[in-house]
C-alpha cells in the first residue's frame, strides 16, 4: 500500500501537511554511451508529514532514501511530481558541510545570518543546542579539529538553529555515543510536543515506538509499514 492509498490512521492528509510529496519521479543515467540508459530510482513517490508528526523512513542501499531527502529540502529537482512546504525546513544532511577553518561559534553565526535570524535570536537558539547535545565546550574549536562525534552534533545542531517546522534528518545519529543517542530523542520529543515536525532516514530503524509512522521504500514507492 502506497501513502497516496493509505487511509487517515497511516498517512496525514494533506490538507493539514507541513510538507507534502507527491508523484516524485527520479532516474538516473547508467552506463557508457551510446549504451547510456535512465534507471528509475524514485517512481511516483507520494508522502505527507502532519504538524507534530515524526516519521522514520527506510529501505535498503540504493533505494532512493537520500534522493528522496534532496528532493523534499529543494537541493535536487525530480524529475517529475511536486512538493509543497508548509513551513521552514531545517537539513541534516548524512555527509556534514561545514568550512574547516571556521570554529563551532562562527557556523552558527554564518548559519544564522544565512536563516535571517537576528543575532540575539542565533546566540539564544545556539546556547540551547549547545546545552542539549553537550558540546558547549567545543564552542571556539575549529571544525577541522573536531572528533566525528562532535561533528555530527553540531550538523545537527545547524539544522535545528532556526526552529524549523519540518526537520530533514539523514542518518543523523550515525557517529553519536549512547547517551547522545538519548539527548536526540529528547530533542525529538520536544519538537513533537511543540507541533514541529520530524523525518529521520536511517538504513534501518530500531526503537520503533519513538515514531508515529514507520515509511519504506521499496521498488521506487514509499509503502507504509
Known amino acids: ?46 508522502l505527507a508529514l502532519a504538524p507534530g508528526e515524526v516519521v522514520g523512513l527506510v529501505g535498503e542501499n540504493g533505494s532512493g ?4 531527502m534532496k528532493i523534499l529540502v529543494g537541493a535536487l529537482a525530480a524529475d517529475a511530481g511536486a512538493v509543497t512546504r508548509g513551513g521552514r525546513i531545517g537539513y541534516c544532511p548524512q555527509e556534514p558541510v561545514v568550512y574547516e577553518r571556521l570554529t563551532c561559534d562562527e ?25 542539549a547535545l553537550g558540546f558547549e565546550r ?9 572528533s566525528g562525534g562532535t561533528l555530527a552534533k553540531l550538523n545537527l545542531g545547524l539544522a535545528l538553529l532556526a526552529d524549523p517546522e519540518v526537520l530533514l534528518l539523514d542518518e543523523p ?4 555515543d549512547f547517551d547522545t543517542y538519548l539527548k536526540f530523542w529528547d530533542l525529538v520529543e520536544q519538537r513533537r ?31 507504509a509499514r
Do not use: C, N
Open 1 to 46: 500500500m502506497t501513502e497516496a492509498d493509505a487511509g487517515p490512521e497511516d498517512a496525514p492528509h494533506t490538507s493539514r501537511a507541513v510538507l507534502t510529496a507527491a508523484g516524485i519521479e527520479k532516474s538516473y543515467q547508467r552506463g557508457m554511451w551510446p549504451a547510456r540508459r535512465p534507471v528509475p530510482v524514485l517512481r511516483g513517490v507520494e
Open 193 to 223: 510536543r511543540a507541533g514541529r515536525s520530524v523525518l529521520v532516514i536511517s538504513h534501518f530503524v530500531t526503537d520503533q515506538e519513538r515514531f508515529d509512522r514507520i515509511v519504506e521504500l521499496r521498488d521506487g514507492q514509499a509503502v
Open 173 to 176: 545519529y550515525a557517529g553519536f
Open 65 to 68: 532514501k537520500s534522493t528522496l
Open 138 to 146: 567545543y564552542a571556539t574549536t575549529r571544525t577541522d579539529r573536531l
Open 107 to 131: 557556523h552558527f553565526e554564518l548559519f544564522g545570518h544565512a536563516y535571517g535570524l537576528s543575532p540575539e535570536a542565533e546566540r539564544r537558539s545556539r546556547r540551547q543546542i549547545y546545552a
